[in-house]
């Protein structure tokens, strides 16, 4: 019997092929590989070519027939002078081995040089180019996204990650009504579907059993430019160019551009930002608006006060206040007026004493008539001047106590309906209805007087009660049949209603 190290033990060998363990041709293979193919050189178009955080580079390289893996790592990666992107034609040099992990054969590039820009790529550019010309990226066509939209439709798988991250991502900022169109995001029938999902969104009519929605969202994941290549497909960005409905593109990577990113309303970088920019955190809004209503209370506060103190400040006071000072200077007015004027005549008197001497008495007579004359004259002047003004200053009286009048009457009449009302409410609450109404009696004499004491109920020919609801006469009983002495005094049930 024959044993290998890594082999199960056989009692009797089938034949004369030797028996090798999974490991023993991987290896076998890697050592053929390197043996026959130990640095080569190779000319392709890059393709799924992604930094590791590890800071190595994995992908492809590939012409219209084949492909081959590339592994770069990170010490050769450090003297790359420009950054490898799919589509991008490039020399790449090194050893060709295997990977016997995967059963797959790769290259280790050590060095690698830009060669020109790959087919794929220069056929996106002159489509685009294309594209442009006709105006279907232009600005203008740009749409405003809704602040709120009440529904939002998704075209993407439904079973990938972009979907959930997309619905976990509006649950927590803003729950929204969510429509999700299913379409294939790669292979030959892609284009037709996203295409078709977007022109049937915008075809929904609104008000029908189907919301139509406010915004549309076109999200993928990330993949390699073959992997997008149905976002570059005319047909879809005319679709999105044609959308009347405002349409958000999230399709890869925040490094991945298509040419939806150019037609649509606004390119996302991820499907997560995609739905942050479609709507706002509900949050954040609520707490603007408790802010925003606590600053218009504080504002209403502020003018009210505001408005308080000018009325304060531009209320009029009591008429007596205000007729005070023109009653006094109209009295002192009326005082000095008559001294005034004797005080003129004595001066007047005095000149033409004066005068009178040194005159003939002609001449005498002649001036002393002209002076009582032109005094006469001066003296009626000034009594019209006085009564006019008397006349003025009463009549700027009276307008102004007319006007006031109004004020002053109506406090007056506000103060003496106020203390009315107190004095009825008073009068209501200590009134013996009050207290008839909880079930007490007011025992009445014949003269209508109270009667408080019981001796003086017994005297009484005659009784009134009265109650809540009414009068009642009855006729007290008295006790034993005649004869002298002091009445006994009345019992409660002694009383007989007439």
Same mark, same amino acid.
């Given at each position: 019997?024959?044993c290998?190290?890594i082999?199960?033990c056989? %009692?009797k060998?089938?034949?004369?092929i030797?028996?090798?363990?999974?490991?023993?041709?991987?290896?076998a293979?890697?050592r %053929?590989?390197?043996a026959?193919?130990?640095?080569?050189?190779?000319?392709?178009?890059?393709?799924g070519?992604?930094?590791?955080?590890s800071g190595?580079?994995?992908?492809?390289?590939?012409d219209?027939a084949a492909l081959v893996?590339?592994v770069m790592?990170?010490?050769?990666?450090?003297?790359?002078s420009?950054?490898?992107?799919d589509?991008?034609?490039?020399?790449?040099s090194?050893?060709?081995?295997t990977?016997?992990?995967?059963?797959?054969?790769?290259?280790?590039?050590?060095?690698m040089a830009?060669?020109g820009v790959?087919?794929?790529?220069q056929q996106?550019?002159?489509?685009r180019?294309?594209?442009a010309?006709?105006?279907?990226?232009?600005?203008?066509r740009?749409?405003?996204?809704?602040?709120?939209?009440r529904?939002?439709?998704v075209?993407?798988s439904?079973?990938?990650?972009?979907?959930?991250?997309?619905?976990?991502? =509006?649950? $927590?900022r803003?729950?929204?009504?969510?429509?999700v169109w299913?379409?294939?995001?790669?292979?030959e029938?892609?284009?037709?579907?996203?295409?078709?999902?977007?022109?049937?969104?915008?075809?929904?009519?609104p008000?029908?059993?189907i919301?139509?929605p406010?915004?549309?969202?076109?999200?993928r994941?990330?993949?390699?430019i073959?992997?997008l290549?149905a976002?570059?497909?005319?047909?879809?960005?005319?679709?999105?160019?044609?959308?009347h409905?405002?349409?958000?593109?999230?399709?890869g990577h925040?490094?991945?551009?298509?040419?939806?990113?150019?037609?649509s309303d606004?390119?996302?970088?991820?499907?997560?930002?995609?739905a942050?920019?479609a709507?706002p955190?509900?949050?954040?809004? #609520?707490?603007?608006?408790?802010?925003l209503?606590?600053?218009?209370?504080r504002?209403?506060?502020?003018g009210v006060?505001?408005?308080?103190?000018?009325?304060?400040?531009v209320?009029?006071?009591?008429?007596?206040?205000?007729?005070?000072?023109?009653?006094?200077? #109209?009295d002192d007015?009326? $005082?000095? =007026?008559p001294r005034?004027?004797?005080?003129?005549a004595?001066?007047w008197?005095?000149?033409?004493?004066?005068?009178?001497?040194?005159?003939?008495p002609a001449?005498?007579?002649?001036?002393? $008539?002209?002076?009582?004359?032109?005094?006469a004259?001066?003296?009626?002047?000034l009594?019209?001047?006085?009564?006019?003004?008397?006349?003025?200053a009463?009549a700027? =009286?009276?307008?102004?106590?007319?006007r006031?009048?109004?004020f002053?009457?109506a406090?007056?009449?506000?103060?003496?309906?106020a203390? =009315?009302?107190?004095?009825?409410?008073l009068?209501?609450s200590?009134?013996p209805?009050?207290?008839l109404?909880?079930?007490?009696?007011?025992?009445?004499?014949?003269?209508g007087?109270?009667?408080?004491a019981?001796?003086?109920a017994?005297?009484?020919?005659?009784?009134?009660?009265?109650?809540? $609801?009414?009068?009642t006469q009855v006729?007290p009983a008295?006790?034993?049949g005649?004869g002298?002495?002091?009445p006994a005094a009345?019992?409660?049930?002694?009383g007989?209603?007439?």
């Amino acid at each position: 019997m024959r044993c290998r190290p890594i082999s199960r033990c056989v %009692s009797k060998p089938i034949d004369n092929i030797p028996e090798y363990s999974v490991s023993e041709i991987a290896g076998a293979l890697k050592r %053929s590989v390197e043996a026959a193919f130990g640095q080569v050189r190779v000319r392709g178009e890059l393709s799924g070519f992604r930094r590791h955080s590890s800071g190595h580079w994995y992908g492809a390289i590939k012409d219209a027939a084949a492909l081959v893996d590339l592994v770069m790592f990170k010490g050769a990666a450090a003297g790359l002078s420009f950054r490898p992107e799919d589509g991008l034609e490039v020399v790449v040099s090194g050893k060709l081995t295997t990977y016997p992990g995967r059963s797959k054969y790769q290259i280790i590039v050590e060095r690698m040089a830009p060669a020109g820009v790959g087919a794929l790529l220069q056929q996106i550019e002159q489509r685009r180019l294309r594209l442009a010309a006709e105006g279907l990226f232009d600005a203008d066509r740009k749409q405003p996204l809704p602040y709120i939209p009440r529904v939002i439709g998704v075209v993407t798988s439904p079973t990938g990650a972009v979907i959930r991250d997309i619905l976990h991502r =509006l649950a $927590d900022r803003f729950p929204r009504h969510v429509l999700v169109w299913p379409v294939a995001v790669q292979g030959e029938a892609a284009a037709g579907q996203i295409a078709a999902a977007i022109r049937g969104f915008n075809a929904i009519a609104p008000g029908g059993s189907i919301p139509r929605p406010d915004l549309i969202i076109v999200a993928r994941g990330g993949g390699s430019i073959e992997d997008l290549a149905a976002f570059n497909e005319e047909s879809v960005v005319r679709a999105v160019a044609d959308s009347h409905i405002p349409l958000i593109s999230a399709v890869g990577h925040e490094t991945d551009t298509t040419l939806i990113d150019f037609a649509s309303d606004w390119r996302a970088p991820t499907p997560t930002a995609a739905a942050e920019r479609a709507v706002p955190v509900r949050a954040e809004l #609520a707490a603007q608006l408790a802010m925003l209503g606590a600053r218009l209370d504080r504002a209403v506060r502020r003018g009210v006060a505001l408005r308080r103190q000018r009325s304060d400040a531009v209320r009029l006071p009591p008429a007596r206040a205000l007729l005070a000072l023109p009653s006094q200077r #109209a009295d002192d007015l009326a $005082d000095r =007026l008559p001294r005034a004027l004797n005080a003129v005549a004595s001066r007047w008197r005095g000149r033409l004493a004066t005068a009178g001497g040194a005159l003939r008495p002609a001449l005498i007579h002649a001036r002393a $008539d002209l002076a009582r004359r032109r005094l006469a004259v001066a003296a009626t002047a000034l009594d019209r001047a006085a009564l006019a003004a008397t006349a003025r200053a009463r009549a700027r =009286l009276d307008t102004r106590a007319a006007r006031l009048r109004p004020f002053l009457v109506a406090t007056l009449a506000a103060r003496a309906r106020a203390r =009315l009302g107190e004095a009825g409410r008073l009068l209501v609450s200590l009134g013996p209805e009050q207290v008839l109404a909880r079930g007490y009696a007011l025992v009445l004499g014949p003269d209508g007087r109270p009667i408080t004491a019981a001796a003086a109920a017994a005297r009484a020919p005659r009784l009134t009660i009265r109650l809540r $609801d009414g009068d009642t006469q009855v006729v007290p009983a008295r006790a034993g049949g005649g004869g002298g002495g002091a009445p006994a005094a009345p019992r409660p049930d002694q009383g007989r209603l007439l």
